[in-house]
């Protein structure tokens, strides 16, 4: 009784029925609610399953998704059930390919690096089409749902796009331009089959010396909860519009804020610490309606998150109402005990925990069969698999898979496609922060004659960095790409004006500057960790005293995921530049040095004098190198040295102010609260800036603010509008908000003019 979409793998993934709006119900719906529906279908007498000749109901694309997944819900077996709670690394599965079928798989990843030979596009929607061939097969014909890291473009694809890593999008400051990364990204998965990606991820990287703090768009909560605009992107304007991949809000929660950077370490933070800084980028993605959230490897005060019940189901599914579902890491629940190997414990305290999705990946078999054994046991409650289901299942009919299974051939030429490299050679651009420019050495002239040396100056490996076509990045031409010298060469006015030596032997003083591109070389989690020194490695000191000893002008180009503890050598360079991982588009960083774009690129986490100044973060007092926010531009006549921030300005007569603030507590802790405020410009012109005033009482302490930046003044507390949302359409509105102690008054309006 199947419908012939099924088996025609050309059909692109068509629209659902009504696809957004029935998002919207969904998350509006209740655990609750969905059960009284299920008793309300069978007190009618008429369970579905009992029309042996017509299509079963959850094949009929005209229902709503609830009713879809109740009927086929009541369809399955506690096998079927189990399966689709179960996600599996190809590679596992490739050596077993009758398994899918057989335990019911529902999902299938790619880990870093794990990609179908040859490594193109073809194969890629090629191996996608065998696995859901494999899961249609099965008597319910459950499609399943395939994730892979797409974190900057499709990473592990070769010829795809490489985008600057998130903590580059965060210098960029940019959120349309995020949101349309992922709009790009999206079209190069579903461009290979894929539905399912694990990003963004809104880690707040609190110590730079975490070995995944390029993964992150900035030290504040407001950055990454900002560039949540990517999900608007990948998740497109439903799910099941062609084009659209499910995303992945990760790790939840604290990942960035583990004791000393400690990759899935511990982290140490009052309940009030964790929700004011590292909770309200999930409050953003959960509002954005994600589709799914991944839980971190990380420990809350001594409590791994994977069983972490409080976190996950009261937190994140209750108290934030997130109605998507809730996937395991890589091995993160066998990790559980701290011993290799599955325990029935381990399985039951995460599936009870909320995880709704386990990232086994590779012993399913055994995984399986220990929550079998406790849901029959009954100490892993049915409700819970059905829940689980229910959300997992649901995000599959969203998505169109029931209809529209297999590839989207028609976006797989947008992989590597020149519209999406001109996308991210813009946000290379956008992301690069000058730090020193001493004399307006910068930008270069077309005509000069210039020296580049230093390991990533041409090499596309180290400047895409980790998580590219391997799991920890690698350096050389492993995927088609423009490195930083190609790109120079390409802006001056002719290629011989730029020569090029790795190591700088050749320079003399001919050359009118020298351009050193150094940093770092890739590395992803678990091997980037630099709990010891953060300088440069000793190539890149010798390419930079060879280039000195020239006499020269130095300009150092710093292709790195962190900042680097430079402050010993700046001052022998005239300029400094700072590229962070711009991926495979490295003429955006030429459009910066010849100065066909000015930077605009600020600073998304602070910059240490010293490493043992780790960790080092906006606000903490700590005398930084270049503060959070710092970036130059052309022209800047300006000190070195950070201007110190202004005051306010006096805000116009309140009385004449079309502004209103709408101040609601949206949470209460022993001791504190936080709070969301929405101010609206109820005018008929634009405003171009809003400020929310309030008079702090007694006990009134700030913990911290998103979305807008707050100063005081003895008693009153001035929240300013972000430069993302300080300008407001008339009828347009702006919400930020704080977690603070005590009691504060409630706060007047202001709208600052033109
Ligand atoms: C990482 C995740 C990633 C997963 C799948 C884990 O080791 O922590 O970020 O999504 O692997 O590759
Ligand atoms: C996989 C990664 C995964 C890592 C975690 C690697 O083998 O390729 O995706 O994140 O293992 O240990």
New binding site residues.
């Given amino acids: 009784m199947r419908r012939t979409t099924r088996g025609t793998p050309e059909r692109g993934r068509g629209r659902t029925p009504a696809g957004t709006a029935l998002r919207g119900r969904l998350r509006r719906l209740t655990a609750g609610a969905a059960v009284s529906l299920m008793v309300a279908c069978s007190l009618n007498g008429t369970p579905a399953a009992a029309s042996a000749d017509a299509p079963p109901a959850y094949e009929d694309p005209a229902l709503s998704v609830d009713d879809r997944v109740e009927d086929l819900l009541s369809r399955m077996s506690l096998d079927d059930k189990i399966g689709q709670m179960t996600q599996v690394d190809r590679g596992a599965l490739e050596a077993r390919p009758g398994d899918l079928a057989a335990y019911r798989i529902g999902s299938v990843?790619s880990?870093?690096g794990s990609a179908p030979t040859p490594n193109t596009p073809q194969a890629w929607a090629e191996m996608y089409d065998s696995f859901q061939r494999a899961a249609l097969s099965t008597p319910l014909g459950i499609p399943m749902i395939y994730g892979v890291?797409a974190v900057h473009g499709h990473n592990n694809v070769r010829g795809a796009t490489i985008f600057p890593h998130n903590i580059g999008l965060g210098a960029a400051r940019d959120p349309g331009l995020v949101e349309r990364i992922g709009r790009a990204t999206a079209e190069e998965v579903s461009g290979t089959g894929i539905d399912w990606t694990?990003a963004p991820?809104l880690c707040v990287a609190r110590d730079d010396r975490w070995g995944r703090t390029y993964e992150s768009f900035g030290e504040t909560p407001e950055l990454p909860g900002a560039m949540t605009s990517l999900i608007d992107g990948l998740q497109g304007d439903s799910l099941g519009a062609p084009g659209s991949v499910l995303a992945t809000a990760?790790?939840y929660i604290g990942d960035g804020g583990t004791t000393g950077g400690d990759d899935q370490g511990n982290t140490e933070l009052s309940e009030a610490e964790l929700r004011a800084v590292h909770l309200p980028p999930f409050r953003e993605a959960v509002e954005r309606g994600v589709g799914s959230v991944?839980v971190s490897?990380s420990s809350w005060n001594g409590a791994k998150l994977h069983g972490h019940r409080y976190l996950i189901t009261d937190v994140l599914k209750g108290e934030l109402g997130f109605t998507g579902f809730v996937v395991s890491?890589?091995a993160g629940v066998d990790q559980l005990d701290g011993r290799e190997g599955f325990t029935a414990s381990e399985v039951r305290d995460a599936v009870n925990a909320g995880i709704d999705m386990v990232?086994v990946p590779h012993d399913y078999r055994g995984f399986i069969e220990l929550l079998r054994g406790e849901v029959r046991a009954g100490r892993v409650p049915m409700e819970r698999v059905d829940d689980a289901n229910r959300r997992i299942l649901a995000k599959k009919f969203e998505l169109g898979l029931f209809e529209n299974p297999y590839t989207d051939r028609s976006y797989t030429s947008t992989i590597g496609s020149a519209a999406h490299r001109e996308l991210a050679r813009e946000a290379v651009r956008k992301s690069q922060v000058l730090l020193k420019n001493s004399g307006g050495l910068l930008p270069l002239a077309e005509s000069a004659k210039v020296f580049v040396a230093g390991k990533n100056a041409d090499d596309i490996g180290n400047q895409s960095g980790g998580w590219t076509i391997t799991w920890q990045g690698s350096s050389g031409d492993i995927t088609p790409g423009t490195t930083v010298v190609e790109g120079m060469r390409a802006a001056a006015s002719d290629p011989s004006k730029v020569a090029y030596d790795r190591h700088g032997n050749g320079i003399d003083g001919s050359y009118d500057v020298a351009v050193a591109v150094v940093g770092e070389k890739p590395y992803a989690?678990m091997e980037g960790d630099r709990p010891g020194s953060m300088g440069l490695d000793q190539e890149d000191l010798a390419t930079l005293s060879r280039l000195r000893a020239s006499g020269v002008p130095v300009v150092v180009v710093l292709v790195s995921g962190r900042p680097l503890d430079i402050a010993g050598q700046l001052g022998g360079w005239d300029a400094l530049l700072a590229s962070w991982l711009p991926g495979t588009e490295g003429a955006g960083v030429a459009d910066v040095l010849y100065g066909d774009h000015a930077p605009t690129g600020r600073l998304p986490v602070t910059w240490m004098r010293s490493a043992s100044q780790q960790p080092v973060n906006d606000g903490d007092g700590k005398d930084a190198l270049f503060p959070y926010g710092y970036g130059l531009t052309y022209g800047d006549a300006g000190p070195e040295e950070p201007e110190e921030p202004e005051e306010p300005e006096e805000p116009d007569d309140p009385g004449q102010a079309p502004c209103t603030a709408d101040y609601r507590v949206v949470n209460q802790w022993s001791g504190g609260f936080q709070a969301e405020v929405t101010v609206r410009n109820n005018g008929s012109a634009p405003v171009d800036g809003w400020q929310v005033r309030w008079t702090a009482q007694d006990g009134f302490t700030l913990g911290s603010v998103w979305n807008a930046t707050l100063t005081r003044s003895g008693d009153t507390v001035i929240a300013t509008g972000a430069d993302w949302n300080a300008r407001l359409a008339p009828d347009g509105s702006a919400t930020f908000g704080f977690t603070a102690t005590g009691s504060p008054a409630v706060p007047e309006t202001v709208c600052a003019g033109p």
């Fill in positions: 990843l880990g870093g890291d694990f991820c990760k790790h991944m490897y890491d890589w990232m989690e």
